[in-house]
């Protein structure tokens, strides 16, 4: 990162502080949780995406790594963060970049917990750190589920699989996610009465 | 071109799916509905006799609006002697009681009492509950007039549907009020929520009628059976949504049905400014999620997960939208390429406006001043989504605001919210400008 870089974060941390914090003593809720959300995701999109993209990817290859010694199914190139998968009608590689290694989603739910008025600070960062690992959990489900069509399907299947199908489940596990942490939660402690 | 298309769909696998239930569901609910108005519409609906029917109307500072709604009490194509009416005042501060007195003056055949209650809405109702006389209980806003067929439509409904509970109006609101507005943003805005509530009752309200699943009685406009409403615990006091709440009872407690009636026309007011439609939505936002929560402890139902699903975990997964527009901006993506898959996504939704629009349209038959104007104004359908749009960011705003410990019929409109920031910019720029002049003083 070179000087200019680390101003321009500092400038942009600063500038977004000095809006919430006015905001916070506003009492303006929404308006936190909009401005204070995007804000640092556009932040760590900026700045922070590929070192924590290169970061996961070497955590979710050595996952997979794992899972190929157990299964035998496929072979991991963990230099190369490359999945070869020998279906029964030829070879396949993958290359994990950031859609596999869930980076953009990761940072999304991050920054809408970060703001999103929890009850306590525990639930925050229960929801923060629970909420990240569950997350990759789902990655690694979505690519043993396409290698797994693969395998048994044939190469013919890859499209589908990881256009379509992978992202669907995918979907409906951040759904799942999504609905535990925020709706559950507000359901559960939303305070009712004292109508003012 | 095709990292491009994996890109889309990268992206999009967030808007498609929405897209697609929200396609899926609208198709098929105007379908379901279109081929039960095909199987009903040769049906002839005479009543054999007229049951008592009692009118319950909350009172609140209703001085401007109160003559308007027994008028059209009167002019109901039902028996008035069978008509048994409760102006039950809940703490006005105004003389509505003189709009009482010159009304009952003016219809002396009208059986109207005028009673007073403790402050809140859900009170007045329940005194008019505990009180009323009819086979038929029928719950309407003070700000708001029935079509002259509604209580014969709501009575042959229930007469002939004896497993009907409960029954919601359909709720329209007034064109003379849309005519009136001058404001060309205003006015299309007003049109909009016409066109909104005649999508949301006619085909909404009007498939979950059909398939049972019913979240919420229309608060302006409802209508029970007096032997099952009086077996609830009647309307609770302590939430916004005591609609909602008396809708669940129903359902949960009672395992009743809950209806719409097609027929039964209720005409309101046009929403004033943007400021009440903030205001109005945050509150039931704010409302569905308590009752969701009051009845959470005794098991989340269906009907409510689903509706907690769709109104607040749905909200977030469409938020990821704007982070993307964000993302796609700062990496450069095609402009073409955004603004393309934002058009589709537009043209897609006012598309299924306007097959909504069809569907309801045949249930405006006996409402041909709506109709006409419907008609006429249907270029409106191409701002509907954009209108949608602007309702989700309050409805967002409805759910973030809701953490607020103290429920408020009103929270803060969103004008006042822009003055308190322009405020506090002020005060910054007081205080920027302060330090810029000490520092060209110290120069």
Redesign the interface.
Same mark, same amino acid.
Do not use: Q
């Given at each position: 990162m070179t000087i200019g870089n680390i101003f321009m974060l500092l400038s942009l941390m600063g500038l977004l502080y000095v809006v919430l914090v006015s905001l916070k003593k506003l009492n303006l809720n929404f308006f936190k949780f909009f401005i204070g959300s995007l804000g640092v995701f556009t932040i760590a999109m900026m700045f922070f995406m590929d070192p924590l993209n290169n970061l996961l990817g070497i955590l979710i290859t050595k996952i997979m790594s794992v899972i190929a010694n157990i299964s035998g199914a496929f072979e991991v190139y963990a230099k190369n963060s490359l999945l070869i998968i020998d279906a029964r009608d030829g070879i396949i590689s993958m290359l994990i970049n950031y859609e596999c290694s869930g980076v953009i989603e990761l940072l999304v739910y991050s920054s809408l917990v970060l703001f999103f008025p929890f009850v306590s600070k525990g639930k925050k960062v229960w929801a923060l750190i629970g909420g990240n690992i569950y997350i990759i959990l789902c990655n690694i489900i979505r690519l043993v589920a396409i290698i797994s069509m693969v395998k048994w399907q044939g190469i013919g299947w890859y499209n589908i699989s990881h256009t379509i199908i992978g992202r669907i489940i995918f979907f409906i596990m951040m759904i799942f996610l999504y609905y535990k942490v925020f709706t559950k939660n507000q359901l559960k402690y939303q305070r009712v009465g004292e109508i003012k | 071109m095709s990292s491009f298309i994996?890109e889309a769909? %990268?992206w999009g /696998?967030?808007l498609i799916?929405p897209l697609l239930v929200d396609m899926i569901s609208g198709i098929i609910s105007g379908f379901v509905v279109m081929t039960k108005y095909i199987k009903d519409r040769k049906k002839t609906k005479e009543l054999e006799f007229y049951p008592k029917v009692t009118i319950i109307i909350p009172v609140y500072n209703s001085i401007k609006t109160l003559r308007g709604c027994v008028t059209s009490i009167t002019k109901q194509n039902y028996p008035l002697s069978e008509i048994q009416v409760f102006l039950i005042d809940n703490g006005s501060k105004d003389d509505s009681k003189s709009a009482f007195y010159e009304l009952q003056m003016e219809h002396p055949k009208l059986r109207m009492w005028w009673l007073n209650s403790s402050k809140?809405k859900a009170n007045a109702l329940n005194k008019g509950l505990y009180l009323s006389e009819g086979k038929y209980i029928v719950n309407i806003d003070s700000d708001g007039e029935l079509d002259e067929n509604a209580i014969r439509s709501l009575v042959y409904k229930f007469e002939n549907n004896k497993d009907i509970c409960a029954m919601t109006g359909v709720i329209l609101t007034n064109i003379d009020d849309i005519k009136k507005t001058k404001n060309p943003f205003k006015k299309v805005m007003q049109k909009c929520e016409l066109f909104e509530y005649a999508e949301a009752f006619l085909v909404g309200r009007g498939f979950e009628s059909i398939t049972n699943t019913m979240f919420t009685l229309a608060g302006a406009c409802s209508a029970f059976r007096k032997e099952v409403v009086q077996k609830t615990q009647l309307y609770n006091?302590? +939430?916004?949504g005591e609609d909602t709440h008396m809708t669940s009872q129903i359902r949960e407690f009672l395992n009743g049905k809950i209806a719409l009636c097609e027929e039964c026309f209720f005409y309101v007011d046009s929403i004033e400014s943007i400021d009440k439609m903030y205001t109005q939505r945050q509150r039931w936002q704010r409302g569905g999620?308590?009752v969701? +929560?009051?009845f959470?402890n005794k098991g989340?139902n269906n009907i409510m997960k689903i509706t907690?699903?769709k109104d607040?975990?749905?909200v %977030?997964?469409r938020?990821?939208w704007? %982070?993307a527009m /964000?993302?796609l901006i700062?990496i450069d993506y095609p402009m073409k390429l955004v603004v393309g898959a934002n058009l589709i996504l537009y043209i897609a939704y006012a598309l299924l406006s306007l097959s909504q629009y069809f569907v309801g349209n045949l249930y405006l038959r006996n409402q041909k001043k709506t109709r006409k104007y419907m008609l006429k104004n249907s270029y409106v359908i191409l701002f509907l989504p954009l209108y949608r749009m602007i309702l989700f960011f309050v409805r967002?705003?409805g759910?973030?605001?809701? /953490?607020?410990?103290?429920?408020?019929?009103n929270t803060k409109t969103l004008t006042e919210?822009v003055t308190?920031?322009n405020k506090?910019v002020g005060n910054?720029m007081t205080l920027l400008n302060k330090i810029s002049n000490w520092i060209n003083s110290n120069d």
């Open positions: - | 994996e769909l %990268f /696998v967030w799916i809140g006091g302590e +939430t916004l999620i308590e969701s +929560t009051l959470n989340l907690m699903i607040h975990t749905l %977030f997964p938020l990821i704007m %982070f /964000v993302y700062l967002a705003a759910i973030i605001n809701a /953490v607020d410990p103290h429920a408020k019929w919210e308190i920031i506090e910054r």
